[in-house]
């Protein structure tokens, strides 16, 4: 048996936009990772090394393939807590990765154990096996990231501590892992990322929100783009100036560059900005024209890469909420798209933040989540059928959709649920934005909005839309700060259950996951959901078990 790719992640000292810190988690040696180029209608396999030099053996980690629908191979879908175990220091484990017909589109692969991801993370595209639906010459990727001072453990401690410390706002927004601080001298590793292009050609751009925080709002200077993909789905193409992408999501867009004529100079600022944070972090990246191309004529000299002085070359919207809400229209109109009267349920999730005693916790109303995340993973747990019994759709109903024993929602396979995430801010009143990812599946994003909820009001906007499907879409922060308690702003999908497995749904912002705001679904009866035969997966039940291989 050979794999198709092996990664090997490691734990090393590591400068990125000019910072150095000991214990960088890299895969392959960088961050991010490879990028892997996969074509659907394939399986392929993926060999994850934990090559991590851990004296206490602590350091599990595992591999996410951030978007695509693990239904063929729950045990793959790399989340420690739901489907599998993580993966023990000098152990690897074989992902099993389906790559169905129609799944096109831009993908990323990351850790899902603690605050990993904010390294430990690489592209993933998924190319057409015959021709894709939109034209262009050559693509290139845009994957974001965060970088911060502290190290991952120290970030990790102190969110989950008493006192509760925070991580500190990114340092730095990066493209492919470059960037360059204010004031830093230019090296390898403390220099702007380029983006390479020829005049008079269209490119794809494939945006990879790979962020552990922030979330972004950027633009090129004196480009447009057309938003043609969202999340692994093409939509009807829509001119936009500016791009709004946060943790886990990934935008495709078209990008036509200028002719040689009208070009007075060869580099433009691609200029990043977080929102919705307390303070402003602004980033650059170049887009640099190399007229490789152009034969005859000499080739101007590129000037040297450096930060703008003085004013920012642009002036992105400060409000982040509602974009393209409703714009996002799938590409060929989905004859699935379950109609309002076939909702059989209306699931609310209500994050909520309570600041008390030193500790701050994500919770549902007000139970916390972290408290409820399970040790052993769920799906480990059902097979084994230990201490953990099959949740109860009876008890989950008559309970906001969460089976009160079990702490997992339970669904139904055939069922259409919507489930609606509410914000309702903080103890404090404070209010925080939140990209909402779902595992397993992709779901029909039926909008957002201020306040709360109302199906009836909503339907009004989405009538005869051809929604697009999502796997992230942000909860937004509508206002500053609220009176404690009340609902502020909403998001609502529409999902029709098809994958039985059990699957998370979460905060993508890293902070929010380690400080517990996860949960776990479990879609389908025990029989649809435990149905690989026990012999198949005796190696999958312990931790450190034989199907990760050992690696010394
Ligand atoms: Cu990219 Cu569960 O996340
Ligand atoms: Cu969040």
Known sequence: FSPDYSLRVTEQLFTQSCITKDEVILVNGTSPGPGLRL???????????NDIDDKNLTMALDSHWHGLSMAASPFSDGTPGASQWPIPPNHYFDYELDIGSGTAGTYFYHSH????????AGPLIVEEAGKPPFEYDEDRIIALSDVFEKSNSEIEEGLIGNPFQWSGETANILVNG?????????????????IRVDPD???????????????????????????????????????ISYLQIGSGQRFSVLFKTKRRSDLSKSQFFL????????SLTRSYAVLEYQFANLKRAPRPKPSPLTLPTGAPPLTLP??????????????TPNPDFPKTSEVTRRITIRTHQIIGNGSIMWAQDDSPWIESFPHEPYLVSLYKNNS??????????????????TRVFPAAIGEVIEIIIQNTGSDVGSVDVHPFHAHGAHYYDLGSGN?????????ELIRGLSLAQRDTTMLYKYAEKTTPGIDMGWRAWRLRVTEPGVWMIHCHILQHMVMGMQTVWVMGNETEVLNVPLEHIQGYLDYGGSVNGNDT
């Open 113 to 120: 154990v603690g605050f990993q991801a904010v390294t430990a």
């Open 318 to 331: 400060a409000n982040t909420f509602g974009w393209l809400d409703y714009k996002l229209l799938s590409l």
């Open 388 to 405: 953990m019994e099959f949740p109860s759709l009876d008890r989950a109903t008559a309970h906001q959709g969460i089976d009160p024993i």
């Open 201 to 239: 050609k269209t490119y794809r751009f494939r945006f990879i929100g790979g962020t552990a925080l922030s979330f972004v709002s950027l633009a090129f200077e004196d480009h447009e783009m057309i938003l043609i993909e969202a999340d692994g789905n093409y939509v009807k193409p829509v001119n």
């Open 451 to 459: 306040g709360t909820y109302d199906p009836v009001a909503n339907e």
């Open 39 to 49: 074509t659907e209608g394939n399986i392929y396999w993926i060999r994850v090394f």
């Open 271 to 278: 200029q990043m900005e977080t929102r919705d944070r307390p």
């Open 178 to 194: 470059q960037g360059q601080l204010q004031g830093s001298t230019t090296s390898a590793d403390c220099a702007l990322a380029t």
